[in-house]
């Protein structure tokens, strides 16, 4: 299954490995910096719904 | 219905929620099937052997590196001229997925290289104005760290954008204007002679729709990060005056 890369076996992997680490990397600090700022903004809203409530009560 | 009124947020992040897993499914699909079939199912070039299965990792890359700034540009103008929050966001957003493409370019670049030109690196009009552009990007994106407010950032962020942007064309067009160095022309054209073999181009052609659906995805993704980022900042703020 695998083509024969022969002599040019090292640039085509490299190039698809060193592609492959880099959006990763970008794809997986984007999902890390979304799931700390939603959970930042919840308990962010969450404090600022409660201040409201206790001033209207 | 005007296309700004997705410079208001509530409606960027009601909209971007419907499109982005459309977007990530389509990005997805598109990927799998370009790059697989690129690597698995492609001929060896009779000149350059297996190293053509890299066009599709470097010329995606590459337009999308140039393209990202291109999309920069334009947003950092409606932020000079109309003060759109969104579009300054967006093109905040943008700057390390364009980093990200710039980066894989030059690395590629230079694995395909070594082979067909004897060297890993060469200062070629071409290669040369990528490698400013990164550095461009990298600036852009450390500009945006360094400065406090977010408003005065943008600002300075927009015109370092415009400035740059004479590399992001210089980039694209080098081969062009100097009729030297050892980067070839665009692999895609609309003239018969110059664009790649029909057996290469149908899944490069596909693995940059995939590029440009990564791109969209990813950027609809962080605007919406940094759109709910700002909105921490304002209800921190107005805790403390609280």
């Known amino acids: 299954m695998m083509p024969d890369l022969g002599k ?4 085509v992997l490299a190039s698809y490995g060193a592609t492959i680490v880099l959006i990763g990397a970008l794809v997986a ?3 890390r910096q979304r799931a700390r700022v939603k959970k930042t903004l919840d308990e962010v809203e969450a404090r600022a719904a409660a ?5 209207d009560g | 219905m005007s296309i700004w009124e997705y410079a208001n947020p509530k409606k960027f992040m009601q909209t971007s929620a419907w499109a982005l897993p459309w977007a990530l499914a389509a990005t997805v699909l598109c990927l799998s099937v370009g790059l697989i079939w690129g690597f698995f199912f492609t001929p060896d070039d009779y000149k350059q052997g297996a190293t053509v299965k890299i066009i599709y990792l470097h010329v995606p890359a590459a337009m999308m590196a140039i393209n990202a700034w291109v999309m920069m540009l334009v947003a950092s103008l409606i932020w000079i001229v109309r003060r759109h929050h969104v579009s300054a966001l967006a093109a905040k957003a943008a700057a ?4 990200t493409f710039t980066l894989i370019a030059l ?4 694995l395909w290289g ?3 030109w004897g060297t890993w690196w060469a200062w070629d ?3 040369t104005s990528f490698l400013i552009l990164c550095l461009f990007y990298m600036g852009y994106i450390a500009l945006w ?3 406090e407010d977010p408003d005065t950032a943008a600002d300075l962020t927009g015109v370092l954008c415009i400035v740059g942007s004479v590399f992001a064309v210089l980039s694209r067009y080098a081969v062009n204007f100097w009729n030297q160095g050892l980067h070839q022309g665009a692999s895609l054209s609309m003239d018969a002679k110059e664009n790649v073999s029909d057996v290469f181009w149908i899944p490069l052609v596909i693995c940059i729709a995939g590029f440009i659906l990564l791109f969209v995805t990813l950027v609809l993704m962080r605007t919406r990060t940094e759109i709910r980022a700002r909105r921490v900042a304002a209800l921190l703020a107005r805790e403390r005056l609280a």
Do not use: D, I
């Not at chain 1, 040019?8 to 640039?11: E, K, R």
């Not at chain 1, 201040?51 to 001033?55: A, P």
């Not at chain 2, 390390?96 to 980093?99: I, S």
């Open chain 2, 125 to 127: 009009p071409r290669l």
């Open chain 2, 145 to 147: 760290s360094a400065v």
């Open chain 1, 8 to 11: 040019y076996a090292f640039a």
């Open chain 1, 51 to 55: 201040q409201t409530g206790k001033n």
């Open chain 1, 29 to 31: 600090l984007s999902f």
């Open chain 2, 107 to 110: 690395v590629t670049g230079a």
């Open chain 2, 114 to 116: 070594q082979p067909m």
């Open chain 2, 96 to 99: 390390p997925v364009g980093l």
